[in-house]
T-cell receptor, first 113, second 109 residues
Framework: DAGVIQSPRHEVTEMGQEVTLRCKPISGHDYLFWYRQTMMRGLELLIYFNNNVPIDDSGMPEDRFSAKMPNASFSTLKIQPSEPRDSAVYFC???????????FGPGTRLLVL | SQQGEEDPQALSIQEGENATMNCSYKTSINNLQWYRQNSGRGLVHLILIRSNEREKHSGRLRVTLDTSKKSSSLLITASRAADTASYFCAPLGAQKLVFGQGTRLTINP
């Protein structure tokens, strides 16, 4: 299996622009998680899905952030409009069950200027 | 908060020595997981210990769990340069993992 795939790996954009991050989970995994990692706040869970349905989005910082999972093999995290404080590494992870091992993607390093 | 808190925040040892990292949490858990993150990379799962287990081994890794003290430890024996990384504990409660700030481990040659 190729593991969790994220794209792009790096994104540099200007404040106010829309940013879309993409994730392909491991085939057969029913759970998908989006995390954000910064030096100041560490690794934060933003949202997670079960069978394509959002279960807990309490970590989504504000309305500028949205996440979708249109099918079992694809999810997006969108930031519109982006701000410099959104600069971080965004990770996607997937798992078979919520209480089991999570497999992380390589992350998308986002820089908002 | 369910968040795991690792101690120490940073640890520097000589290659070949053992490294011990500790984790504390505040509420009841279903299991506790340890992950490693190399610089600039994603997290890699190391070991999962369930709430009814007290100790678990995987290669050079040994994890203990004391639910009465709400604490866990990760021991890496015979450390190698390649073990240099950040290590995170993640207690699982309320159906989600909450990661701490991690322990930054440096193995000196």
């Amino acid at each position: 299996d190729a593991g969790v795939i994220q794209s792009p790996r790096h994104e540099v954009t200007e404040m106010g622009q829309e940013v879309t991050l993409r994730c392909k989970p491991i085939s057969g995994h029913d759970y998908l998680f989006w995390y954000r990692q910064t030096m100041m706040r560490g690794l934060e869970l933003l949202i997670y899905f079960n069978n394509n349905v959002p279960i807990d989005d309490s970590g989504m910082p504000e309305d500028r952030f949205s996440a979708k999972m249109p099918n079992a093999s694809f999810s997006t995290l969108k930031i519109q409009p982006s701000e410099p404080r959104d600069s971080a590494v965004y990770f996607c992870a997937s798992s078979l069950q919520v209480e089991e091992t999570q497999y992380f993607g390589p992350g998308t390093r986002l820089l908002v200027l | 908060s369910q968040q795991g808190e690792e101690d120490p925040q940073a640890l520097s040892i000589q290659e070949g020595e053992n490294a011990t990292m500790n984790c504390s949490y505040k509420t009841s858990i279903n299991n506790l997981q340890w992950y490693r993150q190399n610089s600039g990379r994603g997290l890699v799962h190391l070991i999962l210990i369930r709430s009814n287990e007290r100790e678990k081994h995987s290669g050079r890794l040994r994890v203990t769990l004391d639910t009465s003290k709400k604490s866990s430890s990760l021991l890496i024996t015979a450390s190698r340069a390649a073990d240099t990384a950040s290590y995170f504990c993640a207690p699982l409660g309320a159906q989600k993992l909450v990661f701490g700030q991690g322990t930054r481990l440096t193995i000196n040659p």
